[in-house]
């Protein structure tokens, strides 16, 4: 492989690094409570308002109803407001980041939902506040299969980042595209997909790995 090939990989690998990586952050730190306001205000919850679950999840719904393509469109506005651009990997972030955050917060809430309700009923039992439940026991219960959904999110946003290469988002799908479809370069398509395979591999392996050791009860 040449030098000017390798370049482009490297800058296209960066640049779909960058975009899953800041957005997954984004989901992680937003989709959580999320998902926590979802539980506790639910029929039974531990704050139950069926006003306040009732519009969220009709929010999360729609967000998640709409084709990641479309989403990135429908966002364009949006997107040049907070980065000042529609175009670029800065810009792809925005979208991502939003569709990926309400998907996160549902796969976290089942998660949350998992949780033995024995246990809960058992720190009521002992006192303790809404807040010290969800901090104490919701949350460190669900840690395995929230790290595994986590996982599942980043894969997740690891294929729209390629989708959103078609529309100038830049990474590995916009090298693909531009080089392995439009010039009809194989070998820079082939290379494409193995290092996504590849990058999909490792994340899914670290994320196991991650999961089993925070897992009590393995």
Known sequence: MSNPILDLFLEAAWQTFAMVG???????????????????TAPGGLWEQRAVNRVLGAV?????????????????????????TTIGTAAAIVPLAIAATPFFARVAEVSLREVDKGLIEAAQAMGARKAEIVWHVLLPEAL???????????????????????????????????YGYQRFETDIMLGVIAVLIALVALVQRTGDRLAARVNKRA
């Open 144 to 178: 395995p299969s929230l790290i595994a959904g986590f996982t599942l999110t980043i894969i997740t946003l690891i294929g729209a980042s390629a989708m959103a290469g078609a529309v100038g988002a830049g990474g590995l799908g916009d090298l693909a595209i531009r």
């Open 60 to 84: 999360i719904n729609g967000f998640r109803s709409t084709p990641f393509i479309i989403l990135l469109v429908a966002l364009l506005p949006i997107t040049r407001l907070i980065v000042g």
């Open 22 to 40: 800041i957005s997954s952050l984004i989901a992680l730190l937003a989709g959580v409570p999320l998902a926590v306001i979802l539980v506790i």
